[in-house]
């Protein structure tokens, strides 16, 4: 009889081998499975910085056939399975277009186009109906790229690319030259309307007729293109689907701030020109660029308030000066003391206090009431049955004395304070800083206003209007720090793009 002996090592074996397999399939299944995408995004991120390069090429040569070096120049761009597009048709324009708002704060429009300016087409009820209403209007049109969601174009002589969610960065800087005196603006205007789809190369084909059309200065067009810039401010419209992009730019300026109209994809560039000084008719006013790094840098700052008739009129007028910029407040309160007029409390124009800055922000409120021993003197006439009277409030006197009378210590004033410039005093109740010149309170509080922009100035009294602002002035002379719009240089540069 023979004995048979089973054996399970070879069944073993396979089973093992069997196990190894499995694993291998499964981690070769996940390494595919979580590698792919990262594959797949370095591909596109490789396409993305292969287009970003050439465009900025295409850039570098655009602006030498646009300014005249060469008239056409001519780009390769790989299109690596994705779309290029060239937009430079009316419609095109209707998505990519510049307009260009030069302000006077004297016309009798300005203050209510300034509070409603934050908007594309905000100047078009004032275009039309006001003699000295002054613009200029310019296409751009686009070269663009599309990679899924993801654009690159070559707009304005700059190249930006936007991102799925929406959001812009600038490759390359646009044709937009500001060095704090002089803005250049060749804007360039893209002709063309033409696709191409595949996996080859097409070469983009730039052509210009090498004459710009000078936009400004231009007196043909008007009277007030010229340099120096006559305007106080100028707003630079700039409607495009990268036109977040462009307010990025705009914010590494000198002296520059944009606004974003999201709804209709604008950015709006505000630029100050130099400021001007002297004495005016009494009314609302602005002051632009104020150099807040500079201890004391208002050098003059007064009302002369003329009434036509007694000194009388002064107390019954309630007169009420309001300054402000972002979060920031300073109101100045007059009323009559005998037969003067002094920094006080007002009920006819609703003021508790002589003197208050607010700080929204910060909830911070700080009060001045006037010394007693200081006035504004009156000087009255009388010709006949003929009275008048007038009065000069000077905002930097250091005759004329102020006591804090806030329980809070000002913490505007005080050292290590984020809110705080120079001097950096300690003042509370009493104590013995409490007492300020009224120069150093404005010189103080317009620093920090100053510091959130353009300081606005509403100069209000009762309805009665006793104070004939018509006769009335203020005076007004500072350091505006020297970044200042003074001259201007706009040309309209046309490119016929082709794709081949």
Not at 223 to 250: E, R
Not at 468 to 473: G, K, M
């Amino acid at each position: 009889m023979k004995n048979i002996w089973k054996s399970n090592m070879a069944v073993s074996s396979v089973i093992g081998i069997s196990i190894i397999l499995t694993i291998t399939l499964l981690s070769i299944g996940l390494m595919i499975l979580y590698t792919a995408p990262i594959i797949s995004e370095t591909q596109d991120m490789a396409k993305t910085q292969k287009i970003e390069q050439a465009f900025t090429v295409l850039d570098s040569r655009t602006s030498k056939a646009s300014l005249g070096e060469s008239p056409l120049q001519t780009t390769s761009v790989s299109l690596m399975g994705e779309n290029i597009e060239v937009y430079g048709n009316n419609d095109s324009y209707n998505e990519s277009r510049m307009e260009i708002v030069f302000l006077n704060s004297s016309s009798p429009w300005y203050t209510n186009f300034y509070s409603e300016h934050e908007v594309w087409g905000a100047w078009e009820n004032y275009e039309n109906n006001y003699s000295d209403f002054a613009g200029l209007n310019a296409s751009m049109g686009s070269v663009r790229y599309y990679l899924d969601d993801r654009v690159i174009a070559y707009e304005g002589g700059g190249v930006w690319s936007r991102y799925p969610d929406g959001g812009t960065i600038m490759t390359s800087p646009p044709e937009f030259h500001y060095n704090g005196e002089t803005l250049t603006l060749p804007i360039v205007k893209v002709i063309g309307n033409d696709s191409v789809t595949g996996s080859s190369n097409v070469d983009i084909a730039i052509k210009s007729s090498n004459t710009p059309v000078i936009l400004y200065p231009n007196t043909s067009t008007n009277a007030n293109f010229i340099n120096p810039i006559v305007a106080n401010k100028i707003l630079i419209y700039i409607n495009s689907d990268f036109y977040d992009g462009w307010a990025k730019y705009a914010e590494t300026l000198t002296s520059t701030t944009a606004t974003l109209d999201h709804e209709n994809n604008t950015t709006i560039i505000e630029m100050d020109t130099e400021p001007e000084m002297g004495t005016f008719p009494m009314m609302d006013f602005e002051i632009p660029a104020v150099n807040y790094s500079n201890p004391e840098p208002f050098y003059n700052f007064s009302f002369y308030l003329y009434t036509d008739d007694s000194a009388d009129f002064f107390k019954s007028s309630g007169l009420k000066l309001t300054v402000t910029s972002g979060t920031k407040t300073l109101v100045y309160s007059f009323n009559k003391d005998g037969d003067n007029v002094i920094l006080d409390k007002n009920n006819n124009v609703d003021t508790s206090y002589a003197i208050e800055y607010t700080d929204s922000s910060a909830g911070l409120s700080e009060v001045w009431e006037t010394n007693s021993t200081c006035i504004f003197i009156v000087n009255s006439f009388k010709d006949g049955n003929i009275k008048n009277a007038n009065t000069t409030i000077d905002f930097l006197n250091d005759s004329y004395l102020m006591d804090y009378d806030s329980i809070e210590t000002a913490s505007s004033w005080g050292s290590g304070s984020s809110l705080s410039p120079a001097p950096n005093i300690n003042i509370s109740y009493g104590n013995a800083n409490s007492t300020q010149s009224l120069n150093n309170i404005t010189q103080h509080y317009l620093r920090l206003i100053a510091q959130d922009g353009t300081i606005k100035c509403s100069v209000v009294q009762k309805g009665n209007d006793k104070i004939e602002f018509d006769d009335s002035t203020y005076t007004l002379d500072y350091d505006s720090g020297g970044a200042i719009l003074n001259y201007l240089h706009i040309t309209l540069n046309e490119l016929e793009v082709m794709l081949n």
